[in-house]
């Protein structure tokens, strides 16, 4: 089945420590989102590729970084954790106008949830 | 800038009942979509149904169906035959058609459903 894997489901990580989220697709889809979505609130989007175009949202700290290799692969990197970063961040995928198609809406994967201890 | 509102924390629902949650967005777009997820405590986020803007018949999708009033910026979500693999927290969503996918989440709405 096409979808959206993300990799480590779960994920601690020290204080400081840099740590890096992956998010792959089978659905051959051009635009890949990062949110991070904080305990009882509502997904917040970091920043999305467009194709290889990179967008960032404008309140997006300067700690989160994303890499996309491929059409299949995206990256979140944290630079230094803060305990005020852990979160589930939820990668989603979808087609682009590019991709042609109207827009049948973003496919989340499972979350990779991040402690920070 | 546009906003989600969900006024509805939490709704609860006997088994085999109909259960309608409400949200109301506010945009000065005239093409958009909406949609309703579902997040249940795995977390993964589930597309429901989704809504053209354009298009004035409401999305059905099984038991799932939507009362879009586009005038009232009103985009309700209506389970029919309540099960309990309904009960999660359902986000109402929007985007325009050059945001693309980029959605603005309301606050979310908890259902429980009782057997």
């Known amino acids: 089945d096409a979808m959206v894997i993300q990799n480590p489901r779960y994920q601690v990580t020290q204080f400081g420590k840099p740590v890096t989220l992956s998010c792959s697709q089978t659905l051959n889809h051009n635009v890949m989102y990062w949110y991070q979505q904080k305990s009882s609130q509502a997904p917040k989007l970091l920043f999305h590729y467009y194709d290889k175009d990179f967008n960032n949202e404008a309140d997006t700290p300067d700690n989160f970084q994303s890499r996309r290799p491929n059409t299949s692969f995206c990256f979140l990197d944290i630079r230094s954790p803060g305990l005020g970063d852990a979160a589930m961040y939820l990668c989603?995928?979808?087609?682009?106008?590019?991709?042609?198609?109207?827009?049948?809406?973003?496919?989340f994967g499972q979350g990779t949830r991040l402690t920070v201890v | 800038a546009q906003t989600v509102t969900q006024s509805q924390p939490e709704m609860s629902v006997q088994e085999a009942e109909t259960v309608t949650l409400s949200c109301t967005y506010d945009?000065?777009?005239?093409?958009?979509?909406l949609f309703w997820y579902k997040q249940p405590p795995s977390r993964q986020m589930i597309l429901v149904i989704r809504q053209e803007a354009y298009k004035q018949q409401n999305a059905t999708e099984n038991r799932f169906s939507v009362n879009f009033q586009k005038a009232a910026k009103s985009f309700s979500l209506k389970i029919s035959d309540s099960q309990l693999g309904d009960a999660a927290m359902y986000f109402c969503a929007y985007t325009t058609t050059d945001s693309w996918g980029k959605l603005q989440f309301g606050a979310g709405t908890q259902v429980v459903v009782t057997p």
């Open positions: 989603a995928t979808s087609r682009g106008p590019r991709g042609g198609g109207t827009l049948k809406g973003a496919f």
């Open positions: 945009t000065s777009e005239s093409d958009y979509y």
